[in-house]
């Protein structure tokens, strides 16, 4: 069964809607500890833009460009980083927030109230995000391209 | 004194089990499973609302009477495990319909 | 069979009953009993761990053994599915 996608038009539509998808996506996840948002949210609507592929390049066309490998080695990466930043500060317990409070890289000291937010703080949070990101995306994506190439096989 | 966000939680969760119990079709199973866990997060976030808070995040925050944050970081890892878990029963349907050619639940028995 | 239909209604109303019932000794929406906790992360989670958003802190610091088993979930499930649909991929 050959799947040629849709029009060319929604094609077009769907490369041009991924730059701001993805600096969306980024920004949630980059201000995860000032705003609402964070890994999760990030990762999720970055996958998103995958999903579009996915209906507009239909299934053969879609894996020319999506690769399940890289995917699933993202997501290994993910986890990794995220685990290894929480081992990171086994100095004083697991998870402990080794950056915070430093007064340099993220480390910025940050007094009790409402403060217009500053990116540069919140110790290994931003980082965590970042890693969780990375996680989510890469295994929301790969859950979906692998649902959806299984789809229509009717013969097998 | 009854409060009626509690109450929709028991219905939520009444009817994603009703879904489970009576319903032949295993999508539709499946989305009463997903709608017992929205049930339950609901449950989660009531039960930390105070009268008055704002979202505990201080970014040009009006004022610092906060909703508590521990129910709500665990219904965001609720959230996610049941997405995890909604992924993987689909993925199963899937197989299921691919060797029956079936969804109903009735018609094959599952240890045939 | 109409026999099993009923008894299957009869539980799920006699579940329904409890669960409603159960609301009525819950505390009052909107004044939480025990939020001692919370206080306190509310209070010093931005001095102790830097962030502003005080669900992120109780998310990656104060809770993260949470959160990396709800990460390690989420990755077994994806492991699973990429196992499951294998063999249909040649």
């Known amino acids: 069964m050959s799947d040629e996608g849709m029009s060319v038009i929604v094609k077009t539509v769907s490369c041009v809607l991924v730059v701001p998808t993805v600096v969306f996506g980024l920004y949630v996840i980059m201000h995860g500890h000032l705003t609402p948002g964070g890994g999760f949210p990030g990762g999720a609507v970055m996958a998103t833009i995958v999903a579009l592929f996915l209906v507009a390049y239909g299934k053969d066309g879609s894996r020319k460009i999506l690769k399940k490998d890289c995917l699933s080695a993202a997501e290994s990466i993910g986890l990794l980083l995220f685990a290894a930043l929480a081992f990171a500060g086994i100095s004083v317990t697991f998870f402990s927030n080794f950056l915070a409070n430093t007064g340099n890289w993220f480390g910025t000291v940050i007094p009790f109230g409402p403060n217009p937010g500053y990116l540069v703080s919140g110790g290994v949070l931003p980082l965590m995000n970042i890693a969780v990101g990375i996680e989510v995306f890469a295994a929301l994506s790969a859950i979906m391209i692998l649902m959806f190439s299984y789809s229509g096989d009717d013969s097998k | 004194m009854i409060s009626i966000h509690f109450v929709a939680v028991a219905l939520l969760i009444s009817l994603g089990i009703y879904a489970v119990v009576f319903r032949r079709n295993l999508i539709k199973i499946v989305m009463g499973i997903s709608v017992i866990g929205s049930g339950v997060n609901l449950f989660l976030v009531s039960l930390g609302y105070r009268e008055g808070g704002i979202a505990p995040i201080f970014t040009n925050a009006p004022q610092t009477a906060m909703v508590l944050p521990v129910p709500q970081a665990l219904t965001l890892t609720s959230i996610v495990i049941g997405l995890a878990v909604t992924a993987l029963m689909l993925s199963f349907t899937i197989m299921l319909y691919g060797h029956w050619k079936s969804l109903d639940t009735r018609k094959r028995r599952l240890l045939e | ?90």
């Open chain 3, 1 to 90: 069979m109409c026999k099993v239909k009923a008894i299957k209604a009869l539980t799920l109303l006699a579940l329904l009953a409890m669960l409603v019932g159960t609301t009525v000794y819950m505390h009052d929406f909107g004044s939480p009993e025990n939020a001692a906790m919370d206080d306190y992360f509310i209070q010093n989670g931005q001095a102790e761990t830097g962030s502003n958003n005080i669900v992120a802190a109780v998310l990656f610091d104060y809770r993260g053994l949470d959160t990396i088993g709800e990460a390690s979930v989420l990755f077994a499930a994806a492991c699973a599915i990429f196992l499951l649909f294998r063999r249909s991929e040649e």
